[in-house]
C-alpha cells in the first residue's frame, strides 16, 4: 500500500516535471515500442549518425561531454516551444492524458526496478561478500577488457543502442522468446 502511494507520488512528480514534453513523449512512446515495422531501423540509424558526427569531431571526452550538455539543453529548452506552437491547449484529450500518466508510470516503474536490482547488488555485501567481490571484480576487469580493447566511442553506441532498443524489445516480447527458446533447447539436451 505505502508503496503503490510512494509510486503514485513519484508519476506526479514526473508528470510535472515532464509537463513541457507531454505532446513530443508520446509519438516518441510509439517510436520506442516499435509500433511500425520501421522503428528500430529509425532509432538505430539516428543513433548511427549521431555517434558518426561524434567521431568525426573527435573531441576529447570533457568537449565531448560539453557539447552534449549543450545539445541536450538546447533540445529541452526548444521542444516545449515547438510543441507549444504547434499543438493548441484544446487538442490535449482526457485520452492523450491518460496515455501520458501511463507512459510516465511505465517510467517510474521502470527507474524502481532498476534502483532496486542495484541495491540488491550492494546488499551482497552484507549478506555475501564473497559473491559480492566476485561479481564487481569480473565486472570491473571484463569492462576495463573491453575497454582498452575496442573503440570506448564504439561501445558507447553499443550501450545506447542497446538501451535505446530495449523498450521495444520487452514490448514484442523478444527476449521472452529467446529464453524459452534457450529452455527448450536445454530441455531436449538432457
Known sequence: MAENKEVEEQVKKLKRLLEGW????????????????????A????????????????????????????????????VPIICNTIYSPNSWTGQKEKMFEELCRDIVVSYNGVVRK??????????????????????????AWLASSINNIFLLYILTSMVM?????QHKGYLNFMLSYVTKSQKKSD
Do not use: C
Open 22 to 41: 507531454r505532446m513530443a513523449l508520446l509519438p516518441l512512446k510509439s517510436v520506442f515500442i516499435w509500433e511500425q515495422q520501421w522503428h528500430p531501423l
Open 118 to 143: 542495484i541495491y540488491s547488488f550492494y546488499s551482497l555485501r552484507d549478506s555475501s561478500p564473497i559473491m559480492y567481490y566476485v561479481m564487481s571484480i569480473s565486472m570491473l576487469l571484463t569492462t
Open 43 to 78: 532509432i538505430v540509424i539516428s543513433l548511427t549518425i549521431l555517434y558518426f558526427i561524434i567521431w568525426l569531431m573527435d573531441l576529447s571526452t570533457i568537449a565531448t561531454f560539453a557539447t552534449f550538455g549543450l545539445l541536450l539543453n538546447f533540445v529541452d529548452f526548444i
Open 165 to 169: 532498443l530495449w523498450p521495444g524489445i
